[in-house]
């Protein structure tokens, strides 16, 4: 399979299979949609009015030397082995543990329900915590690293027990030769410096949840009295980000039909200084006045190239900065583990209530359907693991034909459950997204390879 798009002056093709990615002049991309039907002299009669003979014949040569290397017309060699993936036997290796089922925010878009997640209010204890460290330890099988995600809600608002369970979770690792790779996501209403300072030892990435300007982030994430939070949050972030040498953090924000031109929320973000920003499209239900609708999206793709071309613009400058969802890795091709698994969830990722409930990721929970047991029991719902563990590409009748499929692997089950009812449908307008997302991470990367 192959794509090829035009993007901020470059001519790129990908080979979808193999994840080769050429930079080719205009002959090249007029040859390449004709190239397996047509024959040399077919194409140089076709092209005859807009290229010399010998040009065209000379770009095919080229065309077919890459074929031949496996980077072109590539055949996906993954697919009949697909049963075989199937029947693996899988581990733990992930937990995202909703240390707090509350917030002191009432942000307008939250699918947790401002921390209560179709529920009550409720805070983790340590005993339950524990247990959800063991039961990781315990079906992790091999694995060494492992990662705990500490989230809400607001987990700030349960503090002790996160830094009790990070000094349980040391202890640990050296009994079995383990490794906690934890994580906090934060709205930074209580974050001080003594906060900072544990998680600057303890934990290795941290979320700070910001949605860009002002106005923006007032009206989405206030208080439960309507007072905007901006003012509050942000010198914090700022000093949370110097303090870890603006590495190992993301500032993360969320976008809606209220801020379609969110490219200046992105700019906004790395003209305070933040270098690693992440700023995710709202999911929401239709009727909601801020949910992005399907005439939103020429608008939202501009705002990705627009964003895509300040990047290269800003690369090598003080200005710099990262955008999460143009992070792709394209050394390697599309990760094989990557495109069969996906992200995980409901095998290798679970997240846990504050009761010890397991569901397959934080955007389940609640939704009793997807209990798939406790950190106390295990996973006793077998059978929807298993049905997690088929869901892939393959599973998914609308990835069949999609250039994206490998590296967003069909996309977030939760978000196709959302509006199918199914976890092997897609979110169709977050797919028109990601495939906006890939192409301006795949230019990006053409524009700045040999550069430092």
């Known amino acids: 399979m192959i794509h090829q798009y035009k993007n901020n002056g470059y001519n790129i093709v990908l080979d979808v299979n193999s994840g080769a990615v050429h930079v080719v002049d205009e002959l090249v991309y007029d040859l390449i949609p004709f190239f397996e039907e047509k024959s040399t002299n077919e194409l140089a009669e076709q092209f005859k009015d807009v290229y010399k003979e010998q040009d065209i014949r000379d770009a095919v040569a080229e065309i077919q030397e890459l074929k031949n290397a496996g ?13 075989d993936f199937k029947k693996r036997s899988t581990v733990v290796k992930a937990l995202c543990l909703h240390i707090a089922h509350d917030c002191n925010l009432a942000c307008q878009y939250c699918f947790a329900e401002e921390g209560e997640y179709h529920g009550k209010r409720a805070l983790m204890s340590y005993e339950v915590g524990k247990q959800a460290l063991d039961f990781l330890i315990s079906n992790s099988g091999s694995r060494r690293n492992l990662e705990v995600d500490f989230f809400g809600g607001e987990p700030l608002m349960n503090w002790q027990v996160v830094k009790d369970l990070v000094a349980y ?13 934890f994580t906090l996501t934060t709205n930074g209403v209580l974050l001080n410096d003594d906060i900072l300072e544990f998680a600057n030892r303890e934990m290795s990435n941290l979320v700070l949840s910001i949605d860009g300007r002002k106005e923006v982030h007032d009206a989405m994430r206030p208080f439960r009295g309507g007072k905007g939070s901006y003012d509050l949050v942000v010198p914090r972030f700022q000093r949370a980000a110097r303090s870890r040498n603006q590495m190992n953090y993301y500032v993360r924000g969320t976008f809606t039909r209220n801020n379609l031109d969110f490219s200046r929320d992105v700019l906004h973000l790395a003209d305070l200084g933040f270098r690693q920003i992440s700023v995710e499209p709202v999911v929401a239900s239709p009727e909601d006045p801020y949910s992005i609708r399907e ?3 020429p608008q939202i793709c501009e705002e990705y190239d627009a964003l895509a071309a300040e990047m290269v613009s800003r690369h090598g400058t003080k200005g710099e900065f990262t955008f999460f969802h143009f992070m792709i ?10 495109r069969l698994s996906g992200c995980g969830s409901g095998t290798e990722y679970l997240a846990v209530t504050p009761w010890g409930d397991l569901y397959p990721c934080h955007q389940f929970v609640g939704e009793e359907p997807f209990l798939m047991g406790n950190v106390f029991d295990g996973i006793t719902n077998t059978e ?3 049905e997690f563990k088929c869901c892939n590409v393959y599973a998914k009748e609308k990835c069949r034909d999609c250039f994206a499929k490998f590296y967003c692997s069909g996309g977030c089950a939760a978000n196709s459950y959302k509006f199918h009812q199914s976890i092997t449908d897609a979110y169709d307008i977050g797919c028109v997204m990601q495939r906006k997302r890939v192409e301006c991470a795949i230019m990006i990367k053409a524009a700045t390879a040999g550069e430092s």
Do not use: A, M, N, S
């Open 169 to 181: 979770g040391r202890e640990q690792e050296k009994l079995h030769d383990k490794h906690f790779r």
């Open 384 to 386: 929807l693991r298993d």
């Open 329 to 338: 890795d394209l050394t390697g091709g599309p990760c094989v583990y990557k």
């Open 71 to 83: 980077v072109l017309f590539t055949e996906d060699t993954y697919k009949e082995k697909i049963l």
């Open 295 to 297: 005439e939103d999206l």
